[in-house]
C-alpha cells in the first residue's frame, strides 16, 4: 500500500482562482516532505521542503502546510496562471540522510483561461 | 551549468532489441539516481551511484536491466531485451546529498517498445 496518498487525483480551476491539494503519508518515522512540480514532458523539480518542526513555507505563490501529529499537508496554489498547469507530486522522506523517498501519485492541475 | 542532461528524449524501439539511456549529471554532484515513471507506479527508484560506484540496485526490475558510472561526469542505463511492459519514462537525477534534498532532475527519457 502506498504509504503517500494525494488528493484529488486531478482538478481544473479558472485562471486566476486558488486551489488546494491534500497529502496524507503514513511514513514513520518522519524526516521531511517536500512538493515537487512536474510540468508535461519535464523532470520533477522541487518546490518546498519541510521539516517535521516547520509548520508552513512558502515560494512564491505556492504555500505547503505540515501537519506532522496528523501526518497531512497541503499545497495552495494562490491566483493561479496557465503555468501552473502541471502534476504535483507530494514526497516524504524518513531519514534526512536516506536516499529512499516514498512519493505520491500525484495531483494532476489543469488551470483554465 | 544546464542541470542534468538526459539523452534521447524519445525512444522507440521493438522488443526485443538494446536501449541505451544516456545521462550527464551536474558538475560536483556525488549522487546520482535513475528513476521509472509510469502512470500505474508513479516514480519508482532503480538504482543509485555514489562517487560513481553503484550503492543500491534493488529496484532494478530484472537482470535485462543493467547501469554503469564510468566516470562523474556520464551515467547509462542499458534494457536488453526490452519488453513492452518497459515502456516508461526514465529520469536521472544527481544530488549534492544522499537524501536527495538537492536533487535536480533531467528532462527524462521516454522509452516506448512496440
Known amino acids: 500500500k502506498n504509504q503517500v496518498e494525494q488528493s484529488p487525483q486531478s482538478l481544473i480551476i479558472l485562471e486566476g482562482k486558488n486551489c488546494t491539494l491534500q497529502?496524507?503519508?503514513?511514513?514513520?518515522?518522519?524526516?521531511?516532505l517536500r512538493w515537487y512540480k512536474q510540468d508535461t514532458g519535464r523532470g520533477p523539480v522541487s518546490l518546498t521542503i519541510?521539516?517535521?518542526?516547520?509548520n508552513t513555507k512558502s515560494n512564491g505563490r505556492y504555500t505547503a502546510t505540515l501537519d506532522a501529529d496528523t501526518k497531512q499537508s497541503s499545497l495552495h496554489i494562490t491566483a493561479s496562471q496557465l503555468s501552473d498547469s502541471a502534476s504535483y507530486i507530494c514526497?516524504?522522506?524518513?531519514?534526512?540522510?536516506?536516499?529512499?523517498?516514498?512519493f505520491g501519485a500525484g495531483t494532476t492541475v489543469t488551470v483554465r483561461a | 551549468d544546464a542541470g542534468v542532461i538526459q539523452s534521447p528524449r524519445h525512444e522507440v524501439t521493438e522488443m526485443g532489441q538494446e536501449v541505451t539511456l544516456r545521462c550527464k549529471p551536474i558538475?560536483?554532484?556525488?549522487?546520482l539516481f535513475w528513476y521509472r515513471q509510469t502512470m500505474m507506479r508513479g516514480l519508482e527508484l532503480l538504482i543509485y551511484?555514489?562517487?560513481?560506484?553503484?550503492?543500491?540496485d534493488s529496484g532494478m526490475p530484472e537482470d535485462r536491466f543493467s547501469a554503469k558510472m564510468p566516470n562523474a561526469s556520464f551515467s547509462t542505463l542499458k534494457i536488453q531485451p526490452s519488453e513492452p511492459r518497459d515502456s516508461a519514462v526514465y529520469f536521472c537525477?544527481?544530488?549534492?546529498?544522499?537524501?536527495?534534498?538537492?536533487?535536480?532532475f533531467g528532462q527524462g527519457t521516454r522509452l516506448t517498445v512496440v
Open positions: 537525477a544527481s544530488s549534492s546529498d544522499r537524501g536527495q534534498t538537492e536533487a535536480f
Open positions: 497529502c496524507n503519508y503514513t511514513v514513520s518515522p518522519f524526516s521531511n
Open positions: 519541510m521539516t517535521f518542526s516547520e
Open positions: 514526497v516524504v522522506s524518513a531519514n534526512s540522510n536516506d536516499y529512499k523517498l516514498s
Open positions: 558538475s560536483g554532484h556525488d549522487y
Open positions: 551511484f555514489n562517487n560513481n560506484v553503484p550503492i543500491d
